[in-house]
């Protein structure tokens, strides 16, 4: 379980990494870590995370409701599998249209057409769709150019990668104390090559 933070200037960093599972408590007990470290839960503008329910209702208690932004490509995923097989692709390439309307405005006028358009031909679809309507759309009160990060986990999966990168070639970890000092090289040199650079600024 990784968190990363994205400051107002657009530099990121991983604050935190522990190995268990996706439950409340146990997200409790890594966001109540972050705050013994100093973090200021007033000063969070949005949090994004995957469809567990334990994180959300977490990020929920600690920061607010209305602070939880769902990550639209795992939502992606969760809605294309309620979709009839002969339909996936086309809606698929839709709800990445979707999330790249250039206003919140025309992203739920665009939802309104999804609707219409698929809700007798891919109900369950448009259902898992329109069940997090508010926390997909959060993202759209941020800048345009802070916005492909902010929407989705991509930043988070990327290490996660990594770490899976470098641990398979691996015959055996002895014991949870060897998993947190590769994950601890790991996170190091990630922090390393972002430190002199602005997420939001383009490469």
């Not at 990494?17 to 705050?35: K, P």
């Not at 999966?157 to 002895?174: A, G």
């Amino acid at each position: 379980m990784i968190v990363i933070g994205i400051g107002e200037d657009g530099h990121k960093e991983v604050l935190h990494f522990t190995i268990g599972n996706e439950s409340a408590r146990h997200f409790d007990e890594v966001l109540q870590s972050l705050i013994r470290r100093g973090l200021n839960t007033q000063s969070i503008s949005l949090v994004t995370t995957d469809g567990a329910k334990g994180p959300i209702k977490s990020i929920g208690d600690h920061f607010g409701r209305d602070k939880v932004q769902r990550c639209t490509v795992h939502k992606t995923e969760n809605i294309i599998e309620k979709c009839p097989t002969n339909l996936r692709d086309e809606l698929k390439a839709k709800l990445q249209r979707l999330w790249n309307m250039p206003s919140r405005l025309e992203a739920e006028r665009y939802l309104e057409t999804l609707k219409s358009e698929y809700g007798s031909i891919a109900s369950k679809a448009i259902e898992c769709l329109c069940e997090d309507r508010e926390a997909l759309f959060r993202y759209f009160a941020f800048p345009d150019e802070h916005r492909k990060t902010i929407r989705n986990t991509n930043l988070i999966e990327r290490v996660i990668r990594e770490v899976r990168r470098r641990t398979k070639v691996m015959d055996s970890l002895d014991n949870e104390y060897g998993c947190y000092g590769i994950l601890m090289g790991i996170v190091r040199e990630q922090n390393e090559r972002w430190s002199n650079r602005s997420h939001w600024k383009k490469s």
